[in-house]
């Protein structure tokens, strides 16, 4: 039987609705949201499980979806124990994405959120691996789509009642914009993160920006958003943009961050 280089292929869809576009992934087997389909060719059965038992780990069991054959292919020396490499946790940063792994050839493709991201993911892999591999950096930064979420908010504040969770007038003007922006990514995911200043208790405050994002989710949904692509996270008073030291500062803490899912 003529042997074949191995090739193993995950597709990560963990914020998308669909598969990417060019993909050697069968039709049928499209990942779902929130889904890693892996597939492709390996030499036994002690190579599939470790491969599939890893990914388990990172992603979930339910999250897996099991494509792989086992067939005759070629190796590279080691080639199991370099995959295992590859598969870290680095991955879950990586959006409508794949690695394709072809005998010593390694290529990554998706979204991740900047710069820095895409340049230490792609490091990480080539100090993995041994200088007979090939590493190609197909990864790109959202900036753009982000970018809409960023220039819409424009550095405002969604407004609430003190020490509630009800919006004010002027933070569903602000929602109703944002409800518009949203719209416009096409189906991405959007995590909406409520902070607060520092005054009073850390946890009411985890509460209360729990509480505000919540409120936001509800909103937008109220204005045809599809609730699946929005979840909500209170991170309290963790994560100041600026000092809490003057009234102005502890304005601009307490706000709804909108980021998209990675």
């Given at each position: 039987m003529r042997h074949t280089r191995?090739?193993?292929?995950?597709?990560?869809?963990?914020?998308?609705?669909?598969?990417?576009?060019?993909?050697?992934?069968?039709?049928?087997?499209?990942?779902?949201?929130?889904?890693?389909?892996?597939?492709?060719?390996?030499?036994?059965?002690?190579?599939?499980?470790?491969?599939?038992?890893?990914?388990?780990?990172?992603?979930?069991?339910?999250?897996?979806?099991?494509?792989?054959?086992?067939?005759?292919?070629?190796?590279?020396?080691?080639?199991?124990?370099?995959?295992?490499?590859?598969?870290?946790?680095?991955?879950?940063?990586?959006?409508?994405?794949?690695?394709?792994?072809?005998?010593?050839?390694?290529?990554?493709?998706?979204?991740?959120?900047?710069?820095?991201?895409?340049q230490k993911i792609a490091a990480d892999v080539a100090t993995s691996l041994n200088p007979t591999y090939t590493v190609n950096n197909g990864l790109r930064v959202a900036a753009a789509e982000q970018n809409v979420l960023d220039n819409t908010l424009a550095n405002r504040t969604v407004e609430f009642d003190s020490g509630k969770a009800t919006l004010t007038p002027a933070g569903r003007a602000i929602l109703d914009e944002m409800g518009a922006a949203v719209l416009k990514l096409k189906e991405r995911k959007v995590e909406l993160i409520g902070h607060t200043d520092n005054q009073g208790l850390r946890l009411s405050n985890q509460n209360l920006s729990k509480a505000r994002a919540e409120a936001v989710k509800v909103y937008l949904t109220g204005k045809g958003i599809n609730g699946e692509l929005l979840t909500a996270s209170g991170q309290g008073q963790d994560r100041p943009l600026v000092s809490n030291d003057t009234a102005e500062g502890r304005a601009r803490n307490r706000r709804i961050e909108f980021r998209l899912a990675q």
């Open positions: 191995t090739a193993l292929l995950l597709s990560l869809c963990l914020a998308a609705s669909a598969a990417p576009a060019q993909t050697t992934v069968p039709p049928t087997a499209t990942p779902q949201p929130g889904q890693v389909l892996v597939s492709g060719t390996v030499p036994d059965e002690a190579s599939k499980a470790s491969v599939l038992a890893r990914l388990r780990e990172l992603y979930g069991a339910d999250k897996v979806v099991d494509q792989i054959a086992v067939g005759q292919v070629a190796l590279p020396a080691n080639w199991s124990a370099y995959v295992q490499k590859l598969l870290t946790p680095n991955l879950k940063q990586i959006s409508r994405g794949q690695l394709n792994i072809d005998g010593s050839v390694v290529s990554l493709r998706g979204e991740v959120g900047n710069e820095a991201v895409r």
